[in-house]
């Protein structure tokens, strides 16, 4: 496991918790195991994602499609924040613009949350310091004329042969996600960070890392039709061992202010940062507000 966790987090594993586990990776059940290798039985049940819902159309985006309608009167989109001032309650935007709040509710990552309020706290910035550490990711997205060569969802690469540590055939979430015909797309993640350097020619690299793990061929090559990159600052929060102590002493100081920071960056807790986590969150940070009713996704024990 370790080449593995070495690859995805991009951190020093001596320096992580292992608190988040439970929720994200199904504890192994030895008995069961051991039963599946003896009666060499796929165990397609396993674990906490292995089934989930997808939409046939828009992606990814099309799930915040739906949200939308009941928001869009209020959204102001395409403006950068620039800070934060609690004594009088004001955000300011980078175009000069200043809005009053009543309460905050944010999803921006925390360590950056923290730099931009004034006053300045040196108690919470040592605290992010501190315990807010995170990794960063090149996503790169190839596509193939050719028919799907396989009905897996995702799979894990350990090995040092391949830049990313997980690749995903993106195209069997829905047939939408490709044009018709004979085509299917991967989604290939590479984590980096200051601990763990990738080089700047990813694609490449990437390509040939499908190569070498038996994805593709070289021939294959001459029916990739389109390829993508995104770099991703932001990608896992870092469940570290001062993670805990840091949360404890930002969290309570922004509450006393009247912001409530949740999300997979905002609230900076992995195990449940998922997109449906993050979502639940919302929902129970306006009951909280509204009715004093407890979270129970987001927490700190």
Same mark, same amino acid.
Do not use: R
């Given at each position: 496991m370790l080449p593995q966790n070495k690859k995805t987090w991009a951190h020093p594993l001596d320096q992580m918790n292992k608190d988040w586990i439970a929720e994200r990776v199904s504890i192994v059940d030895l008995k069961r195991i051991i =039963?599946? $290798?003896i009666f060499k039985q796929d165990d397609v049940s396993w674990g906490p994602n292995n089934q989930f819902k997808f939409p046939l159309y828009g992606g990814t985006g099309g799930l915040f499609n739906k949200? #939308?309608?009941y928001v869009k009167d209020n959204l102001q989109l395409n403006r950068k924040l620039a800070g934060i001032n609690l004594d009088n309650k004001t955000i300011k935007f980078t175009d000069g613009q200043k809005m009053d709040y009543d309460i905050l509710i944010n999803t921006s990552p925390l360590d950056i949350l923290v730099n931009m309020l004034s006053p300045k706290n040196d108690k919470l910035l040592d605290a992010a310091g501190m315990g807010l550490e995170h990794n960063s990711g090149h996503i790169i997205g190839v596509g193939i004329q050719q028919a799907c060569p396989s009905n897996k969802c995702w799979m894990y690469f350990p090995q040092g042969d391949s830049p990313f540590y997980r690749t995903t055939y993106f195209s069997n979430y829905s047939p939408n996600n490709v044009p018709k015909g004979k085509y299917y797309s991967l #989604?290939?993640?590479?984590?980096?960070?200051?601990? =763990?350097?990738?080089?700047?020619? $990813?694609?490449?690299?990437?390509?040939q890392g499908l190569e070498n793990s038996k994805l593709i061929s070289n021939t294959d090559r001459n029916d990739i039709v389109s390829t993508y990159q995104?770099?991703?600052?932001h990608l896992y929060p870092i469940p570290t061992l001062k993670r805990n102590d840091a949360l404890r002493i930002i969290q309570p100081y922004l509450k006393k202010h009247d912001i409530y920071s949740r999300g997979r960056f905002g609230g900076w807790l992995y195990e449940v940062g998922n997109m449906d986590h993050s979502v639940m969150q919302g929902v129970e940070t306006v009951d909280y507000i509204l009715s004093g009713k407890a979270e129970t996704t987001w927490k700190i024990d």
């Open positions: =039963k599946n $290798i949200f #939308m309608p #989604m290939c993640e590479t984590s980096f960070s200051p601990y =763990k350097q990738v080089d700047k020619n $990813i694609t490449e690299l990437t390509l995104l770099d991703v600052e």
